[in-house]
């Protein structure tokens, strides 16, 4: 641990069976106006979206809603929230959903009052927010992107082709978040693995990245150790409400800012992946494991070491008798492995690429320098040609 | 992972060399008067007396000074430091030291303005805390307790023969704690390890209880290993920054709510420790170490699944051809094979207990019951008699 950090995350967490009964106390903080934000039809088939109602109601608020906040949630999305929020002086967002109806909400909240256009200034430009700030707050029904702890938001612009990700500060992130696990037994085994895959992406994409020591390190193999043992144990009974809690809860520590302290970090996986899912709307979690595996095995030899740790501490290779590289590619294919087990798609072709879109994917990443090798674009298309 | 849990930490750490930079910055959400709180002459020898005070001066701030906090921090000081709160209007304390000033700073918080008798109110009935609280901020100088972010306040009450712990509600952590490992470079060996035995001990507090797969104890798993590693690293070299740095964030995770979360937890050693340091003012590590390995022997039958992954996890051993049985106790020897190895004192004689003390100090002990065994106070004793 070498670098200096500060660390700050005020987002309350409310977790467990009962977690939902904790809704009230906490409205009581907020102003008249609540707006509910949610995707298409899961919380009305599951009742939570008449729980929640009727909660709001007993605590004497105005119920203004946003329905039909998409996976990939557009531009276009935020900005209709964005007026019903100055239209009805909106003084809670309320997102209930997975990563994507968070992050949507999280966009309203910096660009209601924004006088200039939000996207350009915060997801292209990323200014500063300067203009007022609407309070947001979650209940998770998916897992994934820990959006749920974080000042993270991924907009995407349909015209212009670009999936975007913005970390806004303090001020944006859940003012309280409520987990239930139970909330997620009817997620498909599809989404559940997605989810899990997300997860573990980001823990990656904090770990391989510095030479030396770091307490962060450890913290990041614990969390992929809970991962991969408890996903087995909910492929095989989705509705074990111990696997699900852990799931779900290794993917708010794993991107709540705290697994990542004192590190470079890399993120070029999540880099390459926004820009394929602006292209084929792909479930974020398959797109990064497509992108994973061959952009590991192009890199791995610049940071050795650590690849050769992954190996044995997360996959309990052995490292008797084989060189660095040998117990390295093991631990690589391990995780290949592990994809399939878990029934990962990692064909870009079943994704919904094709090869005529991947010069335009490549052109359009961001290139960034904190993991182990900073790729060309010719780099960036070559990984993609590989997911064929 | 199965209970419910509410997790909210909003302390802010600044961690690093150029951390105290922060200081100024954060001065101005506060008012006129600091008081600053340290204990004996470590802070004016090394320089960092001299430093905070020209940050505080050209922040315009008064400085009040409450000096002399002891390492079981009394009662009595307590109160000196209340008066000075009330008598100087004081809006901010700012500790600079270790556990014992932040956790004195803590009970001066709450006590200064409380009408009843602040230590029968608050560390022994465990009253909630009804009175104004005034803010506190630290500085950290010795790792171990985990005080900087958390609310936890050990008070010594030396007439009593009586020394509590009570954990705080949020309102009492600190605001911010700065956190440069560069401070600890000077502290000596015996209590660097003292601290870390501190540190790995809150781990095992809360490692040992509960059956089933908990995301918790994959992270407590992992602090034990940094902490293990770490203070090896350290012990051959005490000015190895990135040793002392993991060791000093490995103690601030260790206790900030984070990884007990969902857990039963045990604290019994704590609870028989803080009687002997209440009798001995042992260095609270030391004590933590003397009865950790009697008790844990004495207990681990009833949980012998987890004391077997303690072992197999942490320490490597080997299960192939062993009983459960042979596998703890292979662990613990471990266990205390490492004390031996940094040098811990474990013996009660050379921390200054008497025999004839332990009826004494088991009858006053606390006994709880979130650990893998219940116990009676002849158990205590007995435990405590094999500290000899």
Known sequence: MQLDFSYYNPTKIHFGKDSLAKLKDELSDYGDTVMLTYGRNAIKSNGLYDQVISILNKAGKKVVELSGVMPNPTYEKLMEGAKLVRD??????????????IDCAKGISVSAYCEEDPFQKYWVEFQDVANKI????????MVGTGSEMNGGSVITHDEMKYKAGRVFPVDVY????ILNPEYTFTVSQYQMVSGVFDTMSHLME???????????????????????????????DPKDYEARSNIM?????ALNTLTGLSKTQDWQVHMIEHQLGAYTDCAHGMGLAAVSLPYYRHIYSNGIDKFVRFATEIWGVSPEGKTKDEIALEGLDALEQFTKECGIVTSLEELGATKDMLPKIAESTI??????????????????????
Request: with cysteine; hydrophobic share 40%.
């Open 249 to 253: 809860w290794n993917a708010t520590l």
């Open 174 to 177: 859940p003012k309280f978040s």
């Open 134 to 141: 609407v309070p947001v707050a979650s209940i998770l029904t």
């Open 367 to 388: 290139i960034l320098g904190g993991g182990y090798k900073k790729l060309t674009t010719e780099e960036v298309q070559g990984i993609l040609e590989e997911c064929f």
């Open 88 to 101: 009805n002086d909106v003084s809670l967002i309320l997102a209930v959903g997975g990563g994507s109806v």
């Open 206 to 236: 904090q770990y391989f990245s510095d030479e030396g020591v770091n307490t962060s390190d450890y913290l990041i193999e614990s969390l992929l150790k809970s991962s991969i043992a408890n996903v087995r144990v909910a492929l095989n």
